[in-house]
């Protein structure tokens, strides 16, 4: 009972009470897995990554093939920025379980961040097979595939991500890029881009991409205001702008 209401506080995000009750439900009884795995959660949800840590290596020692515990260790030291550390926790994960969607899905998005997008594809797409309606599996599919140079292949996974979520900036600016690159469907290429910009104002990288759609076809004025509002929001445009002030004298 303690359990059940404690999951049911944790999903009206109520963390605090949830903790009170997974930690009087393990004090009448320590050996359930279930109950370390769930307040560890909460703890990391909180960013106390060591309280969270003894959770999930209690339920490990209750049960070493306990997949979730592997799986949430690795969560947090990826949360804790080991990385790698966290890599090799994902491993151990999916050696005792391969048909879990998370594994899989955080997996192979850590290999691309660790420049191992050949392998991130693998699991990628394990995930995708596993849950072919997320969006966000063939976002990430598509960046591997951009990265080892499969550029057909990173379009049509991009195009599954638009089609789970429309409002995917992150694919609509990178289809937009690809398409600007390929020098085909130009102007399905500046949709992809302004309605990624359209939906992430705040975000550089995607401003900086349609400056560099707008430079390439000689739109200096368009290609400039969008260079300084990449430049004002974090992003390396000092170059770019030199360059388009440059071909204005």
Not at 74 to 98: S, V, Y
Not at 159 to 186: T, V, W, Y
């Amino acid at each position: 009972s303690l359990n059940i209401s404690g999951d049911q506080l944790f999903e009206k995000g109520n963390i605090d009470g949830s903790i009170q009750e997974f930690r009087q439900a393990l004090k009448m009884d320590p050996t359930n897995i279930n109950v370390h795995n769930s307040l560890g959660v909460c703890y990391g949800l909180q960013g106390e990554y060591e309280k969270a840590k003894l959770e999930f290596n209690s339920a490990v020692r209750l049960n070493h093939a306990e997949v979730m515990a592997w799986y949430n260790m690795g969560f947090i030291q990826m949360l804790n920025g080991d990385r790698h550390k966290a890599l090799d926790l994902f491993f151990k994960a999916n050696a005792i379980n391969q048909d879990v969607f998370e594994i899989n899905f955080q997996t192979g998005r850590l290999l691309m961040e660790l420049n191992q997008p050949e392998s991130g594809t693998k699991f990628l797409n394990r995930a995708a097979a596993l849950e072919p309606a997320s969006g966000a599996v063939y976002r990430y599919l598509g960046e591997c595939y951009t990265q080892i140079g499969k550029v057909d292949a990173a379009v049509a996974a991009y195009k599954k991500a638009i089609k789970h979520n429309p409002s995917d900036a992150a694919s609509l600016s990178a289809m937009g890029c690809l398409f600007d690159e390929r020098q085909e469907n130009p102007e399905i290429a500046l949709m992809f881009c302004q309605e990624s910009v359209r939906l992430s104002p705040e975000n550089g990288l995607f401003h900086h991409r349609l400056g560099r759609y707008f430079s390439k076809r000689h739109r200096l004025n368009d290609a400039l205001k969008e260079f300084v509002k990449a430049k004002s929001l974090g992003y390396d445009a000092a170059e770019d702008i030199k360059t388009i002030k440059d071909r204005k004298k």
